[in-house]
T-cell receptor, first 116, second 111 residues
Framework: EAGVAQSPRYKIIEKRQSVAFWCNPI?????LYWYQQILGQGPKLLIQFQNNGVVDDSQLPKDRFSAERLKGVDSTLKIQPAKLEDSAVYLCASSPGRGGVGNEQFFGPGTRLTVL | GENVEQHPSTLSVQEGDSAVIKCTYS??????FPWYKQELGKRPQLIIDIRSNVGEKKDQRIAVTLNKTAKHFSLHITETQPEDSAVYFCAANNYGQNFVFGPGTRLSVLP
């Protein structure tokens, strides 16, 4: 089966600019996650969707980050305006069911964002 | 919220030796504990996981143990090979709640 797709793979922007990332999860996967992975650190969950509803966005900086998952399939993550500290790899993952027991997460290749 | 600590941050072993990475978690409600391997520039990949109703799980050269009372779990890799060199992340999760990852352990297997 096809894996989790993300685009773009790389993005370089100036601070205060806007950027958007796209994720297409594995077909049929109900749960979708966006993570931020800063170099040398573990992934940090930004937002978790169950179908098209938000399960957890407690660590999403809502003053500048937004995400949506229309129709419960594809998702976009937006940063507006970007700051230098937003430089990181943004990982999208999906899992078959409700996040938690017995649900392996499958990660996409990530988008490497550099903010200058 | 959940907090996951992981030790050591770096680990070097000789090829053929064993490697052990330990994680502790804070939320006693956590019930799912996966381990991910991430090679340089690549995505994290699940290598083994354990649920809270199990104390130990083994898959060939990899095993994970869980001590719910002490709130810690460990990854054991036996007969290490150069291709085991990577960053390993543990994570904890409470059904329906967010995954929290540890900071990672960089494992180097020296030939």
């Amino acid at each position: 089966e096809a894996g989790v797709a993300q685009s773009p793979r790389y993005k370089i922007i100036e601070k205060r600019q806007s950027v958007a990332f796209w994720c297409n999860p594995i077909s049929g996967h109900a749960t979708l996650y966006w993570y931020q992975q800063i170099l040398g650190q573990g992934p940090k969950l930004l937002i978790q969707f169950q179908n098209n509803g938000v399960v957890d966005d407690s660590q999403l900086p809502k003053d500048r980050f937004s995400a949506e998952r229309l129709k419960g399939v594809d998702s976009t993550l937006k940063i507006q305006p970007a700051k230098l500290e937003d430089s990181a790899v943004y990982l999208c993952a999906s899992s078959p069911g409700r996040g938690g027991v017995g649900n392996e997460q499958f990660f996409g290749p990530g988008t490497r964002l550099t903010v200058l | 919220g959940e907090n996951v600590e992981q030790h050591p941050s770096t680990l070097s072993v000789q090829e053929g030796d064993s490697a052990v990475i330990k994680c502790t978690y804070s939320d006693s409600a956590s019930n799912y504990f996966p381990w991910y391997k991430q090679e340089l520039g690549k995505r994290p990949q699940l290598i083994i996981d354990i649920r809270s109703n199990v104390g130990e799980k083994k898959d060939q050269r990899i095993a994970v143990t869980l001590n719910k009372t002490a709130k810690h779990f460990s990854l054991h890799i036996t007969e290490t090979q150069p291709e085991d060199s990577a960053v390993y992340f543990c994570a904890a999760n409470n059904y329906g709640q967010n995954f929290v990852f540890g900071p990672g352990t960089r494992l180097s297997v020296l030939p």
